[in-house]
């Protein structure tokens, strides 16, 4: 199995930027969907950014487009979310998450971590 954990999170002003990390152990398959999500109390969880594991397309939710990066360092298996320009509808609990074919909605990722709180004011 895979396991999952992040950090990086914490209070920023409108306008700053964070980067998340998250370490992956456990890896079985060679390809593998990386990503993140985010989640406020009593909303749906949401993806906002994905990747597959040894390089490959990106994808990104209409509302972090040209301000979050994702990117994997293979070697250490780790994945970052570089967020720039952040505001204060950004403000949730991020999780690290990854599945087998694809990792940008709920239904489709099997792995998940703890999460790292974000707050921008």
């Known amino acids: 199995d895979v396991q999952l954990v992040e950090s990086g999170g914490g209070s920023v002003q409108a306008g700053g930027s964070l980067r998340l990390s998250c370490a992956a152990v456990?890896?079985?398959?060679?390809?593998?969907?990386m990503g993140w999500f985010r989640q406020t109390p009593g909303k749906e969880r949401e993806g906002i950014a994905a990747v597959y594991t040894g390089g490959g397309v990106e994808w990104y939710h209409d509302s972090v487009k040209g301000r979050f990066a994702i990117s994997q360092d293979s070697a250490n298996n780790t994945l970052y979310l570089e967020m720039n320009s952040l505001k204060p509808e950004d403000t949730a609990m991020y999780y690290c998450?990854?599945?087998?074919?694809?990792?940008?909605?709920?239904?489709?990722?099997?792995?998940w971590g703890q999460g790292t709180q974000v707050t921008v004011s």
């Open positions: 456990g890896y079985t398959y060679g390809r593998y969907c």
């Open positions: 998450a990854s599945g087998p074919a694809e990792c940008t909605q709920v239904s489709g990722t099997r792995y």
